[in-house]
């Protein structure tokens, strides 16, 4: 067992991954959708709100339009995806300095309003990849148990699509009741968010090699 461990240190461990957002990112989630770079969604948000806006329910546009004027009040340089599930995209570091330290200007984070999972009403969510990876599953699973325990948000292995390979995901989310996002409850997402994200790329950073 022991041996096996070593040999497996020897040819692999927790890396960073830089300069490659298109392979690593969330978006596009299927084979057949063409990657927009994310300079593109924030340049081109004003012709994208159409479609963006396109058949989605009355609560959802409500929570969309609320998120959208306290981007706007922070000068935060989001962007809008009309085609990869209808998402916002922000520069990671707008959020987390500490992302720009550790990984990449490219690392987006997604902001979602979207169905609870229980049909009741609406979520807030906040998704960003974490640039960490590794060939070897198991070193990302034992990443994973290495990696702080956090008090609001939640980290997991999920499959990326473009390589088959796991990436490790930082999660935050809130249900809405009643679902109107507020731009109190938003500031103090951010401002959560920032802070779990640094504790977990301050701890990641000590990750034995």
Known sequence: MSKDKDERSKRS????????????SARPSAPEQEFVPLEELIANRDAFRSAFYRGMG??????????ERFLAGRGAPYGIDPVHGKVMVLPAGHLSPESLEYGSPQDEVLLSISEDAGGTGLCFSL???LPYFSEDDQVMEEALLFAPVLQYGAL???ENPHDGMLDLIYRLAVPLYPPVLTAR???R???????ELKE????????PE
């Open 156 to 158: 997991f292995l999920e």
């Open 189 to 195: 997402m951010f401002s959560i968010f920032s802070f």
């Open 13 to 24: 461990h927790l890396r960073l991954v830089v300069n490659n957002a298109e392979m690593r």
């Open 127 to 129: 998704e960003m990849i």
């Open 58 to 67: 009355r609560l959802q546009t409500k929570g969309y339009q609320s998120l």
């Open 200 to 207: 977990t790329f301050l701890t990641l950073s000590d990750y």
């Open 185 to 187: 409850l938003a500031e």
